[in-house]
């Protein structure tokens, strides 16, 4: 059931990106409304994948790996999924990082999120930087993620 709906949602929201691909001078308001069918689409695939997530039990796969490679698969992802945001991307990795037992699959998803949701707060831009360190937590190795967005995050008029 998920491969019939995401598979005409992936027809639209191709559809929506060839259209502002192949008419560069829209007027402001088919702009708009492309942007509403992209942005509904992505909702759509959220609902799908919330669906799935909740109607099959999770059974975590753990592994020894390394987050870093986890985090650059999940960046590459995001910036294919929105390769116009004019987002910058830096990151900083400790050098001395421990690798860790973890579902690598279920952690990248998360990273792909985090990243992907950081780059739809800039639709005009700006800078997202990542700072993966070691930490200790309860006296146990681990990893501390450091996630900033800058840019125009905050849509002007809302309280802070």
């Known amino acids: 059931m998920a491969h019939e709906i995401r598979n005409p949602l992936g027809v639209i929201e191709g559809s929506a990106e060839t259209l502002t691909k192949r008419l560069p001078q829209l007027d402001p308001l088919s702009t708009e409304l492309i942007g509403y069918i992209s942005a509904e ?3 759509l695939n959220t609902l799908v994948n919330r ?4 109607a099959r039990p999770l059974q975590p796969q753990r592994r ?3 987050i870093t490679v986890l985090l ?3 960046l590459k992802t995001a910036v294919a999924r929105r ?10 990795y400790s050098t001395n990082l421990t690798p860790l037992l973890i579902d690598p699959e ?21 800078r997202l930087s ?10 146990r190795e681990g990893i501390e993620l450091e996630v900033e967005v800058t840019g ?5 008029g809302l309280p802070e």
Do not use: C, H, K, Y
């Open 130 to 139: 990542l700072r993966v360190r070691s930490a200790l937590w309860e006296g």
């Open 106 to 126: 279920l952690f990248e998803q998360v990273f792909t999120n985090l990243i992907f949701d950081a780059f739809e707060a800039m639709p005009q831009g700006g």
């Open 64 to 66: 020894i790996e390394e």
């Open 41 to 43: 689409v992505g909702r």
């Open 51 to 54: 669906f799935l997530t909740f």
């Open 72 to 74: 650059e698969r999940a």
């Open 152 to 156: 125009n995050v905050i849509p002007a």
């Open 83 to 92: 390769p116009e945001l004019p987002v910058i991307v830096d990151w900083e």
